[in-house]
Structure formats: C-alpha cells, structure tokens
C-alpha cells in the first residue's frame, strides 16, 4: 500500500514539474552580453498571450530578434518578428510590425509591473498587441492595469540588466543585443 501512494505520488510530483516547465520561456540573448533568462508564463492571467508567445518561440519567430528600444531604469523591449530581425539591412522600423496573426485583445490584470515583469507591448488601442514585448528593469506602476502582464522572469535577471542601452528618451538602441534563441523549456 506504501508503495502504491509513493508511485502515485511521483507520478504526480512529475506531471506537475512538466505542466511548471511547459511554461516557461526561455530567451538565449546575444550580442555585447550573453546570457540565459527564464520567464514563467502567466497562463492563468493572460492565456491568449502566452498562448500567442508560446506560438511564436515553438515556431523560431523570435529568434535572432533584436531588443530595438532599452531604456535605462525602465525596460527592454523586443519581439518585432517583421521588422526587428537581426541581420536585416535596415532596422530603422524595428519596433513598427508584428506578426501576420491577429491583434489579440488586451488581457490587464491586478498584477503590478515590477523588475523582471513581463508585458506586452502595444499601440495606443489597448486591443492591439501582437509579437513584441517588454521586461521590466524596475517598478513602473504607472503600467499597472494598462498593458497586458503575461510573465516574471524566475531566472536571468542579472542578463536582462546588462542589455545594451538605448539613446535619447525613446531608447533606440544602435548595434542592440538580440534574443538568438527562444524555447520553451522541456
């Protein structure tokens, strides 16, 4: 009897750890730093986003994007998949597209944006967000309730920090650091 709960309870202890790990966001980032950042998704708060980031990272589109707008004491913002990829000729209008799925409609929760919040970044509409997204280098509650949080990084802080900063008040980046792979973890 002992034996059957303890089978029972690995059992579970196990599918638990592959449900946690199946959201979790895992970004490789290049460039002038190099590092590893894991991100737990938030699929209880905003699932069509993470449905949406999960897509995009199983499908490569985020890889060899660039983080085109990081400004110092605020966040790091990537994830144009038309416009941001690292080696195109001209990253003049990275940070303009998106990818050619839907906008998704905004998911805003009570969670506040805090350093290594994860959110999803948007025009003016608040139903208009697509591919990019920005993580938090410290509090900004000004955020709060206004763009859709889908994630908190649980690793690799320490690498989002060292991201290349922008110039000017818009934060555009020259020579950007860039997300070289992006998975899920298994």
């Known amino acids: 009897m002992i034996m059957r709960i303890s089978l029972i309870l690995l059992c579970f202890l196990v599918a638990a750890k592959v449900a946690l790990a199946s959201n979790i966001l895992v970004i490789e980032v290049g460039g002038q730093v190099s590092g590893k950042v894991e991100i737990e998704l938030l699929e209880d708060i905003a699932p069509k986003h993470v449905e949406r980031v999960k897509y995009l990272a199983e499908t490569g589109a ?11 004491g605020f ?6 998949v038309q416009f941001g990829l690292k080696d195109s000729v001209d990253l003049a209008f990275a940070g303009r597209g998106g990818s050619q799925l839907p906008n998704l409609p905004a998911e805003f929760s009570l969670l506040s944006y805090e350093k290594g919040t994860v959110g999803m970044a948007r025009s003016q509409h608040p139903d208009s967000a697509n591919s990019q997204f920005f993580i938090m280098f410290s509090k900004a509650p000004f955020l709060d309730g206004k763009y859709t949080v889908f994630g908190r990084v649980i690793s690799g802080q320490d690498t989002v920090d060292l991201i290349k900063k922008g110039q000017g008040s818009n934060g555009e980046v020259t020579e950007p650091d860039y997300m070289s792979k992006v998975y899920i973890k298994n």
């Open 62 to 72: 985020y890889n060899n994007v660039v983080f085109h707008r990081v400004i110092d």
């Open 75 to 80: 966040m790091a913002q990537t994830g144009d």
